[in-house]
Each structure stands twice: as structure tokens, then as C-alpha cells.
């Protein structure tokens, strides 16, 4: 994914969103329950993260590079759901505005055609219309919808890979790279936000997330 503009410069620690956390990072179960206080918790927490580096340092690079991939894929299924989600919210709003505000203006005539009421709601009719159709909130939806659809089918592709090897790795670049480019404008604060989720959801180390500042978490909560 690219960014945009809306990040300071400045912002933001390595690794960027476009990278992975090193394998290594991973502390899995152990770390949930060390947080939650828990007195075994600490030793599960020392041998996940001895597990979860032992496993990296096994790693052969295909296998590096597929796990590069896979969390990229993630990360950005994690981002399409939310613009998704973000598209039909919108539209369904602007489809209730406008229903809600040309039965008023309709009965609001039928009583008094003369109110200033009714011209009041059939401006907000007109411009909620025109904004549905301007910003097409519906195409936009469906665009993102593809876009989780069609990352999803790669992310299964991915992990039913036995055994990389070059070719394997080659293949899930390129595929990766194509859904990139069909991609709109990328809201860098929403995408570091999923990537921090996917990190988390595969126990990495706090240290290895991404820092966003209090107005890239206002951006990525708009979105």
C-alpha cells in the first residue's frame, strides 16, 4: 500500500506500515496473559518469545518472505473491511436522510403548502441526493468489498502453501502487488492502525507497533 499526505512528517517508527514484524517478536498466548497479571503467565511468556525466535531463526528465507506476505495480505483485509464498512454507513445514512426529509416535505405540504418548512427539507432532499450520486458512496463500497474479497481468496492461497520455495514467493508478490495497484488512495493513519492489529493479533511485542499520534488516531477513527 502507498500513503498519503495526512501523516506529519516525521511520523511514525520503522517498521513502516508497507513491512512486517520480525517473526521473532511473536510472544503468542504467553503475552495476553502476562498482562492480565497471571503468576504462570510469565514463565509461558519467556517460553513463547524463545519458541516464537527459535521458529524465526528456522525460517529459510522463502519462508521469511511468505510470512512478509501473508501479513501484508492481512493487514490490508483488515483496512478494505473497514473503508467497506466506513462506504456503507455512509450511504445508508444518506438514504435515510433523504427518505426522511421528503416525507416530511411531503406532508408538511399537503397541510400548509405555503411553510417555509417544506422548501427547507426538499433542499435537504436535493443535497443529500446530489452527494449520493456525486460521491457514490455505494460504488465505493462495493469497490473495497472486491478489494477484501479478492485479498481474502490470496490470504487462503497462502496458507494452504506447504512448503515455499522461490517460485511460491515470486507467484504471491506479483498477486499482491497486482490487488495493490487497483487499490484507491491509501489513509496512511487507518493503515497503521491494522497494522498494529494484525501485529497484535499474532502476539508481537508492544516495542515492534506502530506509534500513532492523537491526530492520526481521530483520522483512522473517521475512516
Given amino acids: 500500500m502507498s500513503e498519503d499526505s495526512d501523516t506529519p512528517a516525521g511520523a511514525g517508527p520503522t517498521p513502516g506500515p508497507s513491512t512486517s514484524p520480525p517473526p521473532g517478536s511473536a510472544t503468542g498466548l504467553g503475552a495476553r496473559q502476562q498482562s492480565a497479571g497471571k503468576l504462570e503467565a510469565g514463565q509461558?511468556?519467556?517460553?513463547?518469545?524463545?519458541?516464537?525466535?527459535?521458529?524465526?531463526?528456522?525460517?529459510?528465507?522463502?519462508?521469511?518472505?511468505?510470512?512478509?506476505?501473508?501479513?501484508?495480505?492481512?493487514?490490508?483485509?483488515?483496512?478494505?473491511?473497514?473503508?467497506?464498512?466506513f462506504y456503507d454507513r455512509l450511504e445508508n445514512w444518506t438514504k435515510i436522510l433523504v427518505?426522511?426529509?421528503?416525507?416530511?416535505?411531503?406532508?408538511?405540504?399537503?397541510?400548509?403548502?405555503?411553510?417555509?418548512?417544506?422548501?427547507?427539507?426538499?433542499?435537504?432532499?436535493?443535497?443529500?441526493?446530489?452527494?449520493?450520486?456525486?460521491?457514490?458512496?455505494?460504488?465505493r463500497a462495493r469497490l473495497h468489498e472486491e478489494l477484501y474479497r479478492k485479498f481474502s481468496e490470496l490470504a487462503v492461497e497462502i496458507a494452504t502453501t506447504s512448503r515455499a520455495a522461490a517460485v511460491d514467493v515470486a507467484k504471491f508478490r506479483a498477486l499482491r502487488l497486482t490487488l495493490e495497484t487497483s487499490e484507491p488512495p491509501i489513509i496512511d493513519a487507518l493503515e497503521r492502525e491494522c497494522w498494529n492489529a494484525?501485529?497484535?493479533?499474532?502476539?508481537?511485542?508492544?516495542?515492534?507497533?506502530?506509534e500513532l499520534s492523537r491526530l492520526q488516531k481521530f483520522r483512522a477513527g473517521l475512516s
Fill in 99 to 139: 427518505a426522511v426529509s421528503g416525507a416530511a416535505a411531503f406532508a408538511t405540504l399537503i397541510g400548509n403548502p405555503d411553510h417555509w418548512f417544506p422548501k427547507i427539507a426538499t433542499a435537504f432532499v436535493a443535497a443529500f441526493g446530489l452527494a449520493d450520486v456525486v460521491l457514490n458512496f455505494g460504488a
Fill in 198 to 210: 494484525e501485529a497484535e493479533s499474532r502476539g508481537t511485542d508492544p516495542q515492534y507497533l506502530q
Fill in 44 to 85: 509461558q511468556y519467556g517460553a513463547g518469545q524463545q519458541a516464537a525466535a527459535t521458529a524465526a531463526q528456522k525460517m529459510t528465507p522463502e519462508e521469511q518472505a511468505i510470512w512478509d506476505i501473508d501479513f501484508g495480505v492481512k493487514k490490508s483485509i483488515r483496512y478494505h473491511a473497514r473503508r467497506r464498512a
